[in-house]
């Protein structure tokens, strides 16, 4: 397995060691022994999955403490660029982004722990991602940052997105109040 941190404190990129044959291929998607020893601690409690056309655009996505979320993501069929922006208060890296390539054949994952808004677009029809997350789904905590917020300047890569309504009502981030702190993220 590959491990690349991010210039974004917290967010990393795992590439298994994929073992291909004339059948086929093999790897392990998940280790938690090995996640651990590549600094990613969670106990995963969740897991989802969705299918999104070409062009489709989804989030920039959070939830808010105690339901906060970290998230292992990958994608099954297709591919997509991910998108995870840090929103935690005081943070160095505040309000600035990572993208990651990730495809079917790469077979990337992209670690995104808690404090961060996550999004991504799809680039290819019935493109099928997959996200373990540390915490459940809970409406009442739901938040989001618009994707298209001028002062991201976020490439999504797409022309047209399409994106839901709800995605639309997101905060900015100029006029976004934060209910991450970064000192509570310090290790």
Not at 145 to 150: A, G, L, T, V
Request: charged letters at 25%.
């Amino acid at each position: 397995m590959k491990i690349e941190k991010t210039s974004i404190n917290g967010l990393i990129i795992i590439e298994p060691r994929v073992f291909k044959d004339e059948r086929g291929y093999f790897f392990e998607s998940f280790n938690e022994r090995a996640w651990e020893e590549a600094g990613v601690c969670e106990r995963w409690v969740q897991d989802n999955q969705s299918c999104s056309q070409k062009g489709v655009v989804r989030g920039l996505h959070f939830q808010k403490p105690p339901f906060a979320q970290a998230k292992l993501v990958r994608i099954l069929r297709g591919a997509a660029i991910d998108f995870a922006v840090d929103i935690r208060k005081g943070s160095p890296t505040y309000g600035q982004y990572h993208s990651v390539l990730l495809t079917a054949d790469n077979f990337r994952q992209f670690y995104i722990p808690a404090g961060f808004a996550h999004g991504f677009s799809a680039l290819e029809d019935d493109t099928l991602f997959a996200y373990k997350c540390s915490n459940f789904y809970n409406k009442e905590s739901e938040g989001s940052i618009r994707f298209d917020d001028p002062d991201l300047n976020i490439n999504w890569q797409v022309e047209n997105p399409l994106t839901s309504e709800k995605d639309l009502m997101g905060s900015f981030l100029k006029d976004f109040d934060s209910p991450f702190d970064y000192n509570d993220f310090k290790k």
